[in-house]
């Protein structure tokens, strides 16, 4: 699990602010994920990237905007977000996307709270 | 496409108690299968993982699984459960092109 962090770890913030959170790898993985988990829900694929392009984007609202600019870092920007927001975003990596290589590792997750 | 279920939200056991958490896919192609854990405030852990080969998968923390192709499942088992086993458990499944898909989870409670 120490191979993927996340931060912050817990956030507050009004329905008006800006936040970016911030995944990073040190695993060598080519591949990074965005999920949403919020309770009794199935976890909720966001994003997809895959050596640093976007391959997947669920339906996501546009108030959040992810970015990876190199194969090891991940953001999720956060902008007039929604109560319903609040949930715990999940970050992982996988070595790629397809094939026999795609387990996921998880970062610890960042716990956002939406006022 | 893919999915997976996950038969029971909740499973209450006492210290000691053999456990069996359940798990079925659908899927129409080879798949690969995995189970993680969840414990209170922290990110999904691999317990275990299944790709090709011996259907019998040993994972950490004394947990295996069984892939069962006929019947489409691939439940996780631990002979005797200990109060630190008390956690979220997710199985999740995916085929070779296709990103992983997570069941629900169960909630396994561990009593003293």
């Known amino acids: 699990e ?7 770890r817990h956030l507050v913030m009004g329905m008006t602010n800006k936040k970016s959170l911030k995944c990073e790898q040190h695993l ?6 965005w999920y949403k988990q919020s309770a009794k829900k199935p976890l909720e ?15 996501v609202p546009s108030r959040f905007s992810p970015e990876c600019p190199n194969s090891s870092h991940l ?3 956060l902008h007039t977000l929604q109560p319903e927001d609040s949930a715990l975003y999940l970050c992982a990596s996988s070595q790629d996307r397809v094939g026999g290589v795609k387990t996921q590792y998880f970062g610890p997750g960042t716990r956002l709270l939406v006022l | 496409a893919q999915s997976v279920t996950q038969l029971d939200s909740q499973v ?3 210290e000691e108690a053999p456990v069996e958490l359940r798990c ?9 299968l995995f189970w993680y854990v969840q414990y209170p405030n922290q990110g999904l852990q691999l317990l275990l ?18 892939f069962n192709k006929s019947q489409t499942s691939f439940h996780l088992r631990k002979p005797s459960v200990h109060i630190s086993d008390t956690a979220e458990y997710f199985c999740a499944v995916s085929e070779r092109n296709n990103d992983m898909r997570f069941g629900a989870g169960t909630r396994l409670t561990v009593k003293p």
Do not use: C, D, W
Not at chain 1, 2 to 8: D, L
Not at chain 1, 28 to 33: F, L, P, V
Not at chain 2, 24 to 32: A, E, M, P, R
Not at chain 2, 49 to 66: M, R
């Open chain 1, 75 to 77: 953001f999720l920007h």
């Open chain 2, 24 to 32: 079925n896919y659908s899927s129409s192609v080879s798949v690969y």
């Open chain 2, 12 to 14: 209450p056991v006492f």
């Open chain 1, 28 to 33: 060598g993985h080519n591949a990074m994920y």
């Open chain 2, 49 to 66: 993982k299944y790709l090709s080969g011996s259907t019998l998968v040993k994972g950490i923390n004394g947990f295996e699984a069984e």
């Open chain 1, 45 to 59: 694929l966001m994003f997809v990237y895959s050596l640093e392009e976007r391959v997947e984007n669920n339906s």
């Open chain 1, 2 to 8: 120490t191979g993927v962090t996340q931060t912050p």
